[in-house]
């Protein structure tokens, strides 16, 4: 069973936190734990978010929400006010494991070169007597509420003043839940190399030339023809020759092909889909299943548009796609790809 993370950026809606000029905590916070949640995408686990949007999310609400979902741990995202100058995590003072967790999220805010205020204790009858932590001493749940730096503290600011050092802080976060629960990278669906799942009846396909049989399992060539755009009108998957071809520019091709042969042995090229599964192929979708992965069994949602194939190749007999022509090929893939399509729903 994968590991879940809860991540909650803090505040939110008409609660907007602290506040120092064009510093306002709210915002800071979403774009913090938006940057945490897309640093995981990568890794087995699975992720819950206490709010992606600017709306209002009290922490009763969230401390519900952890009870019933019952994650692996708890990411609460703040940031300071006040005057003062670094990093703090707090733990509830009792709770072990929120300890070693906050201990792991501070050396990871300090990696970044902030300095450090330690990890601090969240204790009833205190000012840091905070909800989010104290949760943990009765779930049972590793709970951590982080501050990176003081909104209104000119150093501080400095390290918080751009989108890229917010996406850092967020992915520091993410580092040390990794760390904390040894979690493992998902392995990149490898692609199909059987070239037969590649070609469909109903494809035209560019033939290379050379020896074209009676069937698939002849012993001898009936003739030899040269190139030529033919339809794939039948497939014997395994055989001799397992492409039955009809030419489509008037050469002549009418039967079976060597389409695997690689040119041994006499026989003709490899014939494959004219540009039909090429990377940055513009293709439009009606009402077309949407997959998350390569692997799911069960479509997202269905979608209708114009969309680009992202690199061309096949997992499972899927292809990915993305909505722009800049985006294809481009990493990270979790940013740029919409999903998964079936091979059959390419037009």
């Known amino acids: 069973m994968a590991a879940t993370i809860y991540i909650a950026a803090g505040h939110g809606g008409s609660d907007p936190g602290a506040c120092a000029g064009a510093y306002i905590e709210k915002v800071l916070t979403l774009k913090t734990a938006l940057a945490c949640r897309d640093y995981l995408k990568a ?7 206490a709010r ?12 519900k929400e952890i009870e019933k979902k019952r994650p692996s741990l708890v990411l609460e995202i703040h940031y300071n006010a006040g005057g003062g100058e670094g990093c703090e995590v707090y733990y509830w003072h009792t709770h072990a494991p929120s300890k070693a967790l ?27 007597n905070f909800g989010m932590c104290r949760q943990a001493s009765w779930t049972n749940i590793p709970s951590i509420l982080g501050e990176y730096a003081f909104v209104d503290n000119a150093k501080d600011q400095a390290k918080i003043n751009t989108d890229a050092k917010l996406r850092a802080i967020g992915e520091a976060y993410a580092k040390a839940a990794i760390a904390y629960l040894s979690l493992k990278k998902k392995a990149e669906p490898q692609p199909e190399t059987d070239t037969s799942s590649k070609v469909q ?56 092909v060597n389409a695997f042969d690689r040119g041994t042995g006499g026989g003709a090229a490899p014939v494959q889909p004219a540009n039909r599964y090429e990377a940055g192929r513009k293709i439009t979708l009606s009402n077309v299943p949407l997959y998350t992965s390569s692997t799911a069994k069960e479509a997202a949602r269905k979608l209708s548009g114009t969309y680009y194939l992202y690199d061309g190749k096949a997992f499972n007999r899927r292809y990915r796609i993305t909505p722009r022509t800049d985006m294809v090929g481009k990493t990270p893939v979790t940013s740029y790809v919409t999903g998964y399509i079936s091979q059959s729903d390419i037009p």
């Open 43 to 49: 890794y087995d686990c699975d992720v819950i978010m």
């Open 201 to 256: 009846v109903g494809d035209i396909v560019q033939f290379a030339g050379g020896p074209v049989y009676v069937s698939s399992s002849a012993a001898s060539a009936a003739s030899t023809r040269g190139a030529s755009q033919c339809k794939v009108t039948a497939i014997a998957p395994g055989a001799k020759h397992p492409l039955h071809l009809i030419s489509q520019d008037g050469k002549g091709v009418y039967g079976w």
């Open 102 to 128: 906050a201990q792991k999220v501070l050396t990871e805010m300090t990696k970044l070169g902030q300095k450090s205020r330690g990890i601090k204790e969240s204790k009833a009858g205190t000012s840091y």
């Open 52 to 63: 992606t949007v600017d709306q209002d999310c009290k922490v009763a609400d969230k401390m």
